[in-house]
C-alpha cells in the first residue's frame, strides 16, 4: 500500500499513445515511466503462470495491487476483483469451472490449442503436466502462481483440468494450497490457512486464477497462427 499513491500518480500522468490491443490484458507496452529506478518486466518461474509486474527500487509491485488503488476513480481501466476465488456450493472447495462453446472446432484441434496454451502458460508442460489423453481429449497440469508473504517466497499450487469435445471444452482450476518453506502446505479452505494475511492471499488467489483462465479461453477461441 505504501506503493499505491505515488505509482498511481505515474500512471496517470504517462499513459503512452501505443498500447496493447484493446480487450487484451494489460503488459508492459501500457505503461511509461518518468522517474528513474521504474521499470516493467514480464515475470516467468518453474511451472508458474507469467504475471506482469513493477519492479521499483528493488521490491516488485503486482501492477494489479496498483490498479486496486485508482479503480474507484477509473472503473473503466480496471474492474474491482474478487475478494476471494469462486466457490462450489456442493463441496465448498475453491473450484473455477466452466463448459465453453467454440462452435465448428473439432475436439482434435481445441486439444492442441490447449496443449499450447500450456507450454505458454507454463515454463514447462513437462514439468506441471500429469495426465495427456488426447484419445479422451483429457489434460491435467499442477502447477503454481508464485507470491510473497511477509517478504518470503510463496507459492499457490493448483490443478487444472481442462477437456475437449467437438465444439466446446470445459474446465476445472481447484485444490488451491498455500505454500510457504518446506513445512507449511495449507489447503486453502481451512480457516487457518494463510495466517495472518489470510485475505490478502485469497484475493491474490482470485486475481491469478481469473486472468489465468482468460488467457486460456482467448487462446481457446484463436486458431493458431500459421506460417
Not at 490484458?25 to 511509461?32: A, E, G, M, N, Q
Request: hydrophobic fraction near 45%; aromatic fraction near 10%; include cysteine.
Amino acid at each position: 500500500m505504501l506503493f499505491a499513491v505515488p505509482v498511481a500518480v505515474i500512471v496517470l500522468a504517462t499513459f503512452p499513445a501505443a498500447a496493447s490491443e484493446p480487450g487484451q490484458p494489460l503488459d508492459c507496452s501500457d505503461w511509461v515511466f518518468s522517474e528513474p529506478g521504474f521499470s516493467c518486466s514480464p515475470v516467468v518461474a518453474r511451472g508458474r503462470y507469467a504475471l506482469t509486474q513493477f519492479r521499483m527500487k528493488g521490491e516488485a509491485v503486482n501492477r494489479r495491487a496498483v490498479l486496486f488503488s485508482i479503480a474507484l476513480s477509473l472503473p473503466a481501466l480496471a474492474a474491482e476483483p474478487a475478494n476471494e476465488p469462486s466457490r462450489d456450493p456442493a463441496t465448498g472447495k475453491f473450484t473455477y469451472q466452466e463448459v465453453v462453446t467454440v462452435e465448428g472446432v473439432p475436439a482434435a484441434e481445441l486439444y492442441s490449442r490447449a496443449r499450447a496454451w500450456g507450454a505458454k502458460a507454463y515454463r514447462s508442460m513437462k514439468e506441471v503436466e500429469q495426465l495427456d489423453d488426447k484419445d479422451a481429449g483429457r489434460t491435467i497440469l499442477k502447477g503454481n502462481f508464485e507470491t510473497t508473504y511477509f517478504m518470503n517466497p510463496a507459492w499457490l499450487n493448483h490443478t487444472l483440468t481442462i477437456e475437449v469435445k467437438d465444439g466446446r471444452f470445459r474446465y476445472e482450476m481447484r485444490d488451491f494450497v498455500f505454500v510457504v518453506g518446506a513445512t507449511r502446505h495449507e489447503p486453502l479452505e481451512g480457516k487457518n490457512a494463510a495466517r495472518p494475511g489470510r485475505k490478502t492471499i485469497l484475493k491474490r488467489t482470485a486475481i491469478f486464477a481469473e486472468e489465468m483462465i482468460g488467457s486460456l479461453k482467448a487462446a481457446m477461441a484463436k486458431p493458431a497462427e500459421k506460417w
